[in-house]
């Protein structure tokens, strides 16, 4: 039996999504684009996530930390809900700390993580990121064409007093916020030297809201004012606040911020500088849940590791620790996604094999080919990746789809080649090989422990 039923019901992916796609599962990274295709499972999750983006689209705000051990699904969750917040009229921004961007540190570690976000700020026309100058142009745009609407033009003497008194009414919003002074007259200059044609104070207003002026004195003089501040390490999240007000200012419903690698700041040798950056998650968990982040929302991925490891994870941080650690009534066998903290949860096997088809089939959609796969060489593969020691608990996406990929193209580009032979090498019992090494003196060995057992599952029962 060969996978062409299952190929007619898969949706078609466009070439070039889907090369990125596969490419990506192979070399196990999270795909840019192309992650709702092969969402299988999560649906929990995903409820919570978007139940969040209510709360932040009524002006509230939200702070989540996912937490699972390396290839368990962060980063692609991540993505995926990055994906359903764009369709749903968010402004997003992403970024993945390492040793170089953090959120606090000195030498612009910290503003190094603001630019990464801004350099990311993605919307439903610019999901690739680089959403800044769209923004602002939408947003002129709408001023616009309300005047036009009320039979203003280009030509009318009104025109440009007009739109300065709605910049300049949209901006002052902020004015209140920390930075928003300087953030509000930066974004009148930029339209006032849009409208005039001036491109390098345009260029100029742009690098301050990119956070890339290294003092006030080089800000004020290329902007042609005197600046009071610039982004730096210490301010950069007032402004990621700023963002989310302002967003919500020019139509949009919010701004979702993705921070993954957190478990980078775990890593963080010296205590105090590692504090440092607890501190700041401290103040972005106290902001968005009490009120005063209206419009924003922020996800944190990590490792357990990170979480609660009571002598670096933020677990050492008592602040952090008496907010996060679960309740004495929590109970690993029931789920609450409703607190901060989601823990992802090892997909079942139905799951894990509902992925394998997905991937099967549009693996022959790619290269045009009938995948030389029947369902039982499918499910054996399957018990091939839960029969190793600990895989029933542990076993991660990335790693079983990685070995997936690896077969799939290997009887690609070999047509002789069946799944039998691939796994002859991998099934061969090494005890045989074993005993005839052993000394004939050698007590026998201990009885191997028995296998971890697998929860059945039935592929026609499989939903897709």
């Not at 070399?27 to 295709?37: D, E, L, T």
């Not at 690739?128 to 003497?157: H, I, K, V």
């Not at 010296?270 to 972005?284: A, G, P």
């Amino acid at each position: 039996m060969s996978v062409n039923t299952e190929k007619e019901n898969v949706q078609k992916v466009p070439k070039r999504i889907l090369s990125s796609l596969l490419s990506s599962v192979a070399a196990g990274v999270v795909p840019r684009a192309g992650a709702p295709y092969i969402a299988i499972g999560r649906k929990d999750e995903i409820g919570a996530f978007l139940s969040d983006l209510e709360m932040v689209n009524e002006g509230g705000g939200a702070l989540r930390f996912l937490v699972g051990q390396y290839g368990s699904g962060k980063s692609f969750l991540m993505q995926l809900i990055r994906g359903y917040a764009l369709e749903r009229d968010f402004i997003t921004a992403d970024a993945d700390l390492s040793p170089e961007r953090r959120l606090y540190g000195s030498s612009g570690s910290g503003v190094a993580t603001y630019r990464e976000l801004v350099r990311n700020l993605a919307t439903k026309t610019s999901p690739d990121g680089g959403a800044l100058s769209g923004l602002l142009a939408r947003w002129f745009s709408d001023l616009m064409g309300r005047l036009y609407e009320q039979g203003l033009t280009n030509e009318s003497p009104e025109f440009d007093a007009r739109m300065n008194e709605m910049v300049s009414r949209d901006v002052r919003q902020m004015e209140s916020m920390v930075g928003g002074f300087d953030f509000s007259k930066i974004l009148l200059t930029y339209y006032r030297a849009f409208r005039a044609g001036e491109e390098e104070r345009v260029s100029a207003c742009m690098r301050w809201l990119r956070g890339e002026y290294a003092n006030k004195t080089e800000a004020s003089q290329s902007v042609g004012f005197r600046v009071s501040s610039v982004i730096c390490d210490d301010n950069w999240y007032e402004y990621i606040k700023l963002w989310a007000a302002f967003a919500r200012t020019i139509g949009y419903r919010g701004l979702v911020v993705f921070i993954d690698e957190c478990v980078n700041l775990y890593k963080i040798p010296n205590r105090v500088s590692r504090e440092n950056n607890y501190e700041k998650i401290l103040s972005m968990f106290n902001d968005t849940l009490q009120g005063r982040a209206a419009g924003l929302a922020i996800v944190l991925g990590g490792t357990p590791q990170f979480l609660e490891d009571s002598r670096r994870g933020l677990y050492s941080y008592e602040a952090l620790r008496s907010r996060l650690c679960d309740s004495r009534f929590s109970n690993a066998d029931y789920i609450n996604l409703i607190g901060p903290v989601i823990r992802l949860r090892r997909l079942s096997d139905d799951e894990l094999f509902a992925l394998v088809k997905r991937i099967t089939a549009l693996h022959g959609q790619m290269y045009n080919w009938e995948v030389r796969m029947t369902e039982k060489e499918m499910m054996d593969f399957l018990q091939i990746c839960l029969s190793r020691a600990g895989a029933n608990v542990l076993i991660t996406p990335r790693e079983m789809l990685r070995d997936y990929m690896t077969i799939l193209n290997l009887l690609y580009q070999n047509p002789g080649l069946h799944f039998a032979d691939l796994a002859s090498s991998v099934t061969l019992k090494p005890d045989a090989q074993a005993e005839e090494e052993e000394p004939q003196e050698k007590a026998p060995a201990p009885e191997a422990p028995e296998k971890t057992g697998r929860a059945s599952f039935d592929p026609n029962e499989i939903q897709f």
